[in-house]
């Protein structure tokens, strides 16, 4: 049995890495190297088993022996699941292996994370592994720093006279965005509701005041540090970013989001830019 190490720097944080890990929708992608189609199946707790399986159902059977988000996860190997979903760690093939570890350590340098996978392997795989894991490393790396990066991105900007724990509150509480998320004064929103958590879900439905039209806003939290910055993806897939820094009890907001198609720059920048204004005016006045 022997130990080695592999690692990746890849230009993008922690968070975004640990994501790219181990959500469904990019597991399977980093992972093809090893096995096109390949998938994970666990509710990912720490003590809780975990099923890395092929395109054909079958595979390796490993607990989750540590999690700590967004820097450790260690999982020990332990059995064998055949495609009929018959779970076997008695045979001596699985005894011959069983207990090896496969650790996933992230830190942070300076905005990039340094990834490493350090994994027992037997003599018999060991030059397979040695020729695989760059490979989807590799992969990884290419995930992890596109989904950090967006596309077409436009950028507005509001300095609110204000602490940045109150234009957070005021932000983020749905009583306060029915008030101040509307981009004129014949548009509101009617409904807020806000699951402020990675994994959380952001929904406003807006609507003209005269009842002629509306629609839904909605996304998926991917990143939320309190008082700093949060990162949503909207329902058609585009990204949104909103940083929050203050100085001298002022906080300056810096919000990016990705162009749609359907209007042009200008008027996208004017609309969200007008609800950025109209939350400015609202934080202020608010006592």
Do not use: C
């Amino acid at each position: 049995m022997e130990r080695k190490e592999f690692t990746s720097t890849i230009n993008a944080s922690r968070e975004k890495v640990w994501e790219a890990l181990w959500s469904d929708e990019t597991y399977s992608k980093w992972t093809a190297p090893f096995s096109e189609g390949s998938r994970a199946k666990s509710d990912w707790e720490e003590g809780s088993k975990v099923y890395f399986l092929n395109a054909d159902g079958e595979g390796m059977v490993a607990l989750i022996y540590k999690r700590k988000d967004p820097e450790i996860m260690n999982f020990k190997h332990i059995g064998m699941v055949d495609k009929n979903g018959n779970e076997d760690y008695e045979s001596e093939k699985v005894k011959s292996w069983a207990g090896l570890m496969e650790n996933y350590r992230l830190e942070d340098k300076n905005g990039k994370t340094i990834l490493t996978v350090t994994m027992d392997l037997k003599a018999e795989y060991k030059d397979y592994f040695l020729k695989t894991w760059p490979k989807a490393l590799e992969k990884l790396k290419e995930i992890a720093e596109n989904d950090s990066q967006m596309k077409n991105p436009i950028t507005i900007s509001a300095i609110v006279n204000a602490p940045v724990e109150k234009v957070w509150e005021v932000w983020n509480t749905p009583e306060h965005i029915e008030n101040w998320n509307a981009a004129s004064d014949d548009w509101h929103t009617t409904s807020a509701k806000n699951n402020l958590k990675k994994g959380g879900k952001i929904s406003y439905r807006m609507e003209a005041k005269d009842g002629s039209t509306g629609f839904d806003f909605e996304g998926i939290y991917s990143e939320v540090k309190p008082n700093k910055s949060l990162s949503f993806k909207l329902s058609d897939g585009r990204k949104v970013s909103v940083n929050f820094n203050e100085k001298d009890n002022n906080t300056l907001i810096e919000e990016s989001f990705e162009a749609e198609n359907q209007n042009s720059r200008q008027m996208q920048q004017e609309g969200w830019q007008a609800i950025l204004n109209n939350f400015k005016k609202y934080a202020e006045n608010l006592k």
